[in-house]
């Protein structure tokens, strides 16, 4: 893209000419927008070759700037903040989306910084079509969240920018998270010209397996009147009030696995290491009689713990998608346990609920049931349109290839990045948790030597000159966590990208009260971050500081 730029100055003709090279904002940049700031911005709706609706000024962080919202058809909303011509670093950013997205999500930090950001509803909009009914028999729709919104409105962005700056931007990225990271990789996989750089988060590549999962999951805690279910009723109610058992078993784990690292700090560093086995381990801990209590596991319980840790086969016993890791037992009260702290509705039915019955076949079952808990209430047949419930899903027709077609639209596991990273001369940074328990970490650290075996013939040195995978220990989906999870996710790629630096580490930290109390290298898979600090003080909070730690 780079070397396209003199050609690019001299055919785009432009509402503002602005030629300055990339550069930071400083403080004193930030001044009131003047009248001739309003007149260029609102100059803007004249643009010929866009379908625009609003362009006007507005603040990010006190910095004024200008807004533009515009319409891709049929149904791609977007919009793109526009740092005022003086204030521009020079940079394109494309802002990643999380979940079902269908709103536009605003970056209003990178602005302040100097960059112009564009999103969009990827198609659709949540507050008519929540969840995934967006898709009901609509393939234009999947198309669009699956892949196109993204590179339309990237297309769109840059010739705001040509249009406002009078000149394209000098270097274009991707940052996004859990759906935004899979946005990321498939920008890389099917239009590796769009960006320079892409930072990739958490990604939900598999979209397909991962939300059958999710359900297979939930399955599994609702069945057979919820004998298996991770949480206990103290006061006989009726209603799951105590998730205690889940605290004691995030702690078994931790007893198990926490010090393999060498360091005691309520972080299991390498999750597929740990050998925590929920059969072996839980045994002291089984209720007596296998009559259910606050305290203790029944064999039922434990098959679920089991089942959430070793991830579902189908009945051949061929394997679908990884399990949850160890060290991310107490995100699953929210996540997959009906219980008073959730309003007895976990988040992966709020997510993944109403999934199957419109982003997974290739002919829609059914819609959803109104209500998506009352698993004992049989969907109705005979509504027009018919009924079709999660609790009917049969994890055999993953791998019986029933949601093959929509893997083709969502999923972005094409591991051969040849264009991207070689013919475009592409940087690729991608960074998981190892504690998330929403977007698994080990099909990302799969995808990623798969990646290595693809486009660079199994060549690892080969492979980090050019894509980077960072895997985060005790973070969860995104951030949060007991790992360190905090560190600017854009600012090694720009390094990279533009001065040839690469990340050989990305210095994270972890705060309590706002207070940092953690504080270590992520290190460059397959690197590992070890304590090389003064002896004898690994477990000590006060020795945990990046200089202490050596990536090996």
Known sequence: MRRMLIVLLAAVPAVWLHLAAPRVQGAEQALAATDADRAGCEALLHVR???????????????????????????????????????????????????KDGDLDFADHRVAA????????????????????????NRQAEIDFGYRAVHLTTAAGKTLVRAYYGAPP????????????????????????????????????????MNAVRVWLLQRMFRDDFAGALAFDTDGDGR?????????????VLAACDGNDGVADGVIDDPPAC????????????????????????????????????????????????GKPFGSERQWAGLFVPWTGNGFAPGAVRLGGDHLNYLFYDTDPGVAPADLLDVTAPPDRTATPPEWAWWEFDIDDVTAGKGDV?????????????????????????????????????????????????????????????ARLFMAPGMNHCRGGAGPDTWDRLAPLVDWVERGVAPDALVATHATGGVVDNERPICAFPERAVYTGPAGGADDPAHWVAENFTCR
């Not at 606050?294 to 016993?317: E, S």
Request: net charge negative; aromatic share 10%.
């Open 49 to 99: 070759n866009l379908t625009l609706t609003y362009a006007g000024l507005a603040e990010a962080g006190g910095v004024p700037y200008c807004y533009v919202k515009g319409i891709l058809p049929p149904a791609i909303h977007f919009h793109v903040q526009l740092p005022l011509p003086r204030d521009w670093n020079g940079r394109f950013l494309k802002w990643g989306d999380g979940g």
């Open 114 to 137: 100097g960059y112009a950001v564009a999103n969009s509803n990827t198609g659709h909009d949540n507050g008519a079509e929540p969840g995934s009914s967006f898709a009901r028999d």
């Open 170 to 209: 000098e270097y274009a990225y991707f940052e996004g998270c859990s759906t935004g990271g899979r946005q990321g990789l498939m920008e890389a996989q099917r239009y590796p010209d769009d960006f320079d750089g892409i930072v990739a988060g958490a990604p939900a590549n598999h979209y397909q397996d």
């Open 240 to 252: 799951f009030d105590s998730v205690r058992k889940l605290e004691i078993l995030a702690d078994a």
């Open 275 to 322: 050998g925590f086995d929920a059969r072996r381990d839980l045994a002291e801990l089984r209720c007596p009689g296998d009559v259910d209590g606050d305290a203790c596991f029944t064999a039922a319980q434990i098959r679920t713990v089991a089942d959430f840790h070793a991830g579902p086969r189908d009945r051949h016993g061929r394997p679908i998608y990884a």
């Open 406 to 466: 929509m893997k083709g639209i969502t999923d972005a596991v094409d591991p051969d990045l040849t264009r991207f990273l070689l013919e475009q001369d592409g940087k690729l940074i991608v960074y998981h948790g190892r504690a998330d328990a929403l977007v698994v970490p080990q099909p990302t650290v799969t995808y990623y030597q798969d990646v290595v075996d693809t486009t660079f013939r199994g060549d690892v040195a080969a492979a980090r000159g050019r």
